[in-house]
C-alpha cells in the first residue's frame, strides 16, 4: 500500500480537498497580475520636452501647460519624420519665425537642437501617473523601462531555485506561508517606493514571492489529492490565471496612478497570508522527512473533516511507515541535475526540453508585456489576450487526450512562431487583423505551456523528475528574463523582436517531435527504464521495416539506391 491508499481511507476527493483546492487557486488570480502588471504601470504616455522660457531674467516654467496650440509648441519642438512633435529632442532657442503662417517647413531640420535638458511634458488622458512618468524612463533612460521587467522576472528564477529547495527541507506550508508574506510587504514597499532603484529591489523580491506562491501551491495541491482529479485540478488552476488576466484588465481601468494600481493587486496577499493557516502541512512530505507523528495529525484532521473520522482514528505512525517503505526507500538514493545527461536518451530529452521551455517563456513574454506596441486600446487588448486562452487551453486538452504530447507541444509552437512571423508582413494601419495575429499566436503559445507540464512530468523517470522538471522551469525564466531586453534590439531594426520571438518558437517546436510520445504509456520510475523503452522503440522499429512486403514488380534494390 502507497500514500495514495492512505489518502483514500481518509478521503481522497471530500469537503477538505474542496476547501483546500478553492483556497489555493484565489492567489494564482493575481499572480497573473503581477507577472503582467508591467504592461500598464510601465505605459509610456505622449511626450515632449518641457518648455522654459525666460522673460526679462523671469522664468516660466512648463509653458505648455498654458499653450497647448501646436502651431506654438513648434516654436520650441522640431517635428519628427512623422510630423509629430519630437519627443527627445527641443530647439536651442525659440523659432518664433515659426509662427508665421507663411514660414516653409522645409529647412527646420537645419535648426539647432538638443536633448530635453528640463525635463518632460507628458500626456495624462490615459493615466494620471506610470513609473515612466515617475522617473523620466524615456529617451536616453528607455532601457531602463523594460529592464524593470527582467529584474522582475529574475526574482522569478531566483525564487524557483531558493524556495523550490527551501520548500523540500522546510515544508511546503511554512514556505508558502513566507512567500504569501513576501508578497504583501514587497509589493506594498514598492508600490511606495521613492526611487527607481528601489521600485526595481522590490519587484525582485516580488518575482521571488511568485515562484514561492507557484511551487508551494502547486505541491501542497497535488500531494493532498489522488491521481484520478490531477487533470482537472490542474485545468482548474490554468483557467484562474487566464480569470487573473481579465480582472487586471479591469482593475487598472478603474485605477490609472501605479502606485494604487500596484498596491491593488498586492493587498489580497494579506488576506491570503492569514487564511495560509488553516492549510495543513503535505502528509507525504512528513512521512518522507521523519516526521510521522505530525502527518498522523495531520491525516486525522482531513478524515475528520471528510466525514472519515473512525478510518483516520485506526491509523498510527507504524502503519504509515509500514505502507510507505517503498518511498522510504527511494529517498535513500540521490540524484543530481547531471543524472539528466549522463545517458543518451536522457541527455536528448533533456537538452530538447530546455529549448522548448526556453522559447515559451522567451516568446510569450516577449508578447504579452508589450501591448503598446500594438496601437491599440491597451486595456481591450488584455481582454482579448486574456479571452483567447480559453479556447487555446481547451483544443490543448482535446489534442492531449486524442492525439498526442508531442504533437500538441510541437504543433503549438510551430503555428505561435509562424503566427508572430507572419505579423511582421502585416502593415502597421492594419491594426485589428495585427491585433488578433498576435492573439492567436498568444493562444498557441498558452496551449504549449499546457502541455508542457504534463509532458515534461511524463518523460523524466520519478527518480529524477523533480530535478528535470526544475530544470527546464528554470530555463522558462530564463527565457522571461531575456525577451524584455530583446524589445530594445526594435529600436534599430522594427521588426527584429518579432523575428527572434517567432524563429526560437519554430526551431522548439520542430524540436518537440524529436522527442517521443506518452500518450498511454505508462510513467518511467528509473533511467534505466527510460533508456530500455528507447531501445526497444528502435527495434520494434527495424522489425516493422523487415516486415514490410514491396510492392509487385518492384526492384526494391533500385529502391534503396534512389532513396
Not at 162 to 172: A, H, M, N, V, Y
Not at 344 to 364: D, H, N, Q, R, V
Not at 440 to 466: D, I, M, N
Not at 515 to 534: C, F, H, M, Q, Y
Amino acid at each position: 500500500m502507497s500514500f495514495s491508499d492512505i489518502l483514500e481511507k481518509v478521503g481522497s476527493v471530500g469537503k477538505f480537498q474542496i476547501i483546500h483546492t478553492l483556497l489555493l487557486v484565489l492567489p494564482i488570480i493575481f499572480l497573473a497580475s503581477h507577472n503582467l502588471l508591467q504592461n500598464f504601470v510601465a505605459v509610456v504616455p505622449n511626450h515632449h520636452c518641457q518648455i522654459y522660457l525666460e522673460t526679462n531674467g523671469t522664468r516660466y516654467v512648463n509653458i505648455t501647460g498654458k499653450f497647448q496650440a501646436e502651431k506654438f509648441l513648434q516654436v520650441f519642438i522640431p517635428l519628427d519624420k512623422n510630423r509629430q512633435l519630437e519627443q527627445c529632442l527641443t530647439y536651442s532657442s525659440p523659432q518664433w519665425h515659426l509662427l508665421d503662417l507663411n514660414e516653409t517647413q522645409q529647412n527646420r531640420t537645419e535648426y539647432n537642437t538638443q536633448v530635453c535638458s528640463h525635463g518632460w511634458t507628458y500626456d495624462s488622458s490615459m493615466f494620471k501617473a506610470t513609473i515612466v512618468t515617475e522617473w523620466d524612463l524615456v529617451c536616453s533612460s528607455k532601457s531602463l523601462r523594460q529592464m524593470t521587467q527582467s529584474i522582475y522576472m529574475a526574482g522569478v528564477l531566483a525564487g524557483s531555485i531558493i524556495l523550490g529547495r527551501l520548500s523540500d527541507r522546510f515544508g511546503r506550508r511554512t514556505l508558502l506561508l513566507w512567500s504569501h508574506f513576501q508578497m504583501a510587504v514587497s509589493g506594498t514597499c514598492g508600490a511606495f517606493s521613492s526611487s527607481y532603484p528601489l521600485f526595481c529591489f522590490w519587484r525582485f523580491l516580488c518575482g521571488m514571492a511568485v515562484s514561492g506562491v507557484m511551487l508551494n501551491n502547486n505541491c501542497l495541491s497535488i500531494e493532498w489529492i489522488p491521481t484520478k482529479v490531477r487533470t482537472a485540478v490542474s485545468s482548474y488552476f490554468n483557467y484562474s490565471y487566464t480569470f487573473g488576466q481579465l480582472l487586471l484588465a479591469g482593475i487598472a481601468y478603474g485605477i490609472q496612478d501605479w502606485r494604487w494600481l500596484q498596491f491593488a493587486v498586492t493587498v489580497p496577499f494579506y488576506v491570503f497570508f492569514l487564511y495560509s493557516w488553516w492549510f495543513p502541512e503535505s502528509a507525504r512530505w512528513l512521512i518522507l522527512n521523519d516526521k510521522a507523528d505530525l502527518a498522523l495529525k495531520q491525516l486525522k484532521r482531513v478524515a475528520k473533516l471528510n466525514g472519515k473520522e473512525e478510518e483516520g482514528e485506526k491509523l498510527t505512525t507504524a502503519i504509515l511507515k509500514s505502507n510507505m517503505k517503498k518511498e522510504l526507500s527511494n529517498t535513500k538514493e540521490t540524484y543530481s541535475v547531471l543524472d539528466l545527461f549522463k545517458t543518451p536518451i536522457m541527455c536528448k530529452t533533456t537538452c530538447c526540453s530546455m529549448l522548448i521551455w526556453f522559447s515559451m517563456g522567451f516568446a510569450y513574454y516577449g508578447l504579452a508585456i508589450d501591448l503598446q506596441g500594438f496601437g491599440v486600446d491597451i486595456y481591450l487588448i488584455q481582454i482579448i489576450f486574456g479571452a483567447v486562452d480559453i479556447p487555446a487551453k481547451f483544443v490543448a486538452v482535446i489534442t492531449l487526450i486524442y492525439v498526442g504530447r508531442r504533437f500538441t507541444q510541437g504543433t503549438s509552437l510551430i503555428l505561435a512562431g509562424s503566427i508572430i512571423i507572419l505579423n511582421i508582413f502585416i502593415p502597421k494601419e492594419l491594426k485589428a487583423l495585427r491585433t488578433s495575429f498576435a492573439a492567436v499566436g498568444k493562444g498557441c503559445l498558452a496551449s504549449a505551456f499546457s502541455c508542457s507540464f504534463l509532458y515534461a512530468g511524463e518523460l523524466y523517470p520519478t527518480v529524477v523528475r523533480q530535478t528535470g522538471l526544475g530544470l527546464v522551469t528554470t530555463m522558462a525564466r530564463i527565457g522571461a528574463v531575456v525577451a524584455p531586453v530583446v524589445q530594445l534590439t526594435g529600436d534599430y531594426i522594427a521588426f527584429l523582436p518579432m523575428a527572434i520571438y517567432g524563429g526560437v518558437a519554430i526551431i522548439s517546436g520542430v524540436t518537440a517531435f524529436l522527442l517521443p510520445e506518452t500518450l498511454n504509456i505508462p510513467i518511467p520510475d528509473t533511467i534505466e527504464e527510460v533508456e530500455s523503452r528507447a531501445k526497444k522503440g528502435v527495434e520494434k522499429d527495424k522489425e516493422r521495416k523487415k516486415d514490410e512486403v514491396p510492392l509487385q514488380g518492384t526492384d526494391t534494390s533500385l529502391m534503396e539506391q534512389s532513396i
